[in-house]
């Protein structure tokens, strides 16, 4: 439950790739039909991108920053293959996998994993693009440095499994880094700034992809010890870590997720968590929210939590919006909520069971006392209620979705 809204804040401008989610297959796929570049945006630079022999064939542009042709899609867990040509030694490039570009962060420059594409020894190893640099280390090695054939068609393989990204080159092993600040977003074939105009060229040909599993692409965001990566707002001692969970029981608060995945700045995104209840609870997860230091959240909506509480809104509608009056699940049981934003439309489901299907209207004017419940975007919050409602709240994770 919260009580009075009171801002509406403009929806801020989403990135240019516009696609929705399609179901994971492991099937391979080809993301290129050899004959246009359909499935694929550019964004940044200028460098020019057009279908050669069959081929992609960048060419690099005078003062352009780096360039990227990035698919439309997003992708999390998957084996990619592609073969890849320099044609000119001096050039440097490589293909971004789970990237992102966001109109709130650094102006929308594409930034995430690269595998590198150069002549330098360097090809394979895994960098973090317009972030934090080299991931990969002891890049020194002999073998590796001389697997990429200059001049020649080289075959990569990748392949991102969880956190952990490898990748192969002309069948040999280059890189193995575990990280998971993003663990989905689009690929990239990146054309790099040059100085001058000498018109250097990279074709890339032969791109294919098999997702594995489900599709993966969920990210931890409570690593279910601390508070790594959550903030409160007022009276902390109301949240508190236990037995693995996230518990919130105490006076009012609201706990936010601040970590560094996707800067916690979400649009579209699955989420999904384990969550109990004491009778009696009444508790609330916010999305498109943002941290403020006091009072009930006053943008995002709130996924009601309340399966016995006196308010007769119960666990899985959208609070004050779409509401549910029957409860879904039990106390003090552990059940699965998972909540979808796409654009405007919203669903949740609680133990798989569908139970909002929600769509936005255009220029909805919402009463003053939600006047802030609004598709934007931003980060989720945990609700501590009252000191008679004590909610657990385990598993939490996330998958973004292409905007």
């Known amino acids: ?24 297959t492991n099937e ?41 042709l990035c698919s439309d899609r997003f992708f999390g867990d998957f084996e ?27 102006s929308g420059r594409v930034h995430g994993y690269q595998v590198e594409i150069s002549t330098n020894g360097a090809a394979g190893f895994i960098y973090d693009e317009a972030r934090r640099g080299w991931l990969s280390e002891n ?24 956190p952990t990204m490898r990748t192969w080159i002309n069948g040999i092993p280059i890189a193995t880094v575990v990280d998971s600040v993003s663990p989905a977003g689009f690929l990239g074939l990146q054309v790099h700034s040059v100085g001058g105009d000498p018109k250097w060229q990279v074709a890339w040909r032969n791109l294919r992809l098999r997702e594995l599993g489900d599709g993966g692409g969920f990210v931890e965001l409570f690593n279910g010890k601390d508070m790594t990566g959550w903030k409160v707002n007022e009276n902390p001692e109301s949240v508190r870590v236990q037995d693995g969970a996230l518990v919130v029981q105490g006076n009012r608060a609201h706990v936010f997720y601040d970590g560094p995945v996707y800067h916690h700045d979400f649009k579209n995104f699955e989420l999904r968590t384990l969550i109990r209840t004491k009778p009696g609870s009444n508790s609330g997860v916010y999305f498109h929210t943002k941290f403020q230091e ?31 009056k029957e409860p879904p699940a039990k106390d003090d049981e552990w059940f699965a909520m998972n909540v979808r934003v796409v654009g405007k439309h919203v669903t949740v489901s609680v133990d798989g069971k569908p139970l909002i299907d929600y769509l936005e209207p255009e220029g909805v004017e919402r009463i003053p006392q939600f006047a802030g419940r609004l598709i934007d975007r931003g980060t989720f919050a945990l609700q501590a209620h009252d000191p008679g409602s004590e909610v657990w709240y385990k598993s939490i994770s996330v998958r973004p979705l292409p905007e």
Not at 80 to 105: A, C, M, W, Y
Request: net charge negative.
């Open 139 to 162: 890049r020194e090695d002999p073998v590796k440095n001389a697997a990429f054939q200059n001049g020649e068609w080289n075959h990569y393989r990748v392949i991102c499994l969880g």
């Open 28 to 68: 391979w796929i080809s993301l290129f039909d050899g004959h246009t570049l359909e499935g694929w945006t550019q964004l940044n630079g200028t460098a020019t991108y057009e279908v050669q022999d069959g081929a992609i064939v960048g060419t690099t542009a005078e003062g352009s920053p780096n360039s990227f």
């Open 294 to 324: 006091e009072g009930w959240p006053e943008r995002g909506y709130e996924v009601q939590v309340n399966n016995s509480q006196s308010d007769w809104r119960r666990t899985g509608g959208l609070y004050g919006i779409d509401d549910i």
């Open 80 to 106: 990619l293959e592609f073969d890849v040509k320099l044609l000119n030694d001096e050039l440097n490039s490589g293909v971004q996998i789970r990237s992102h570009s966001f109109p709130t962060h650094n």
């Open 1 to 24: 439950m919260t009580s009075t809204f009171s801002t509406v804040l403009p929806a801020l401008i989403a990135c240019g790739l516009a696609s929705a989610s399609a179901p994971p």
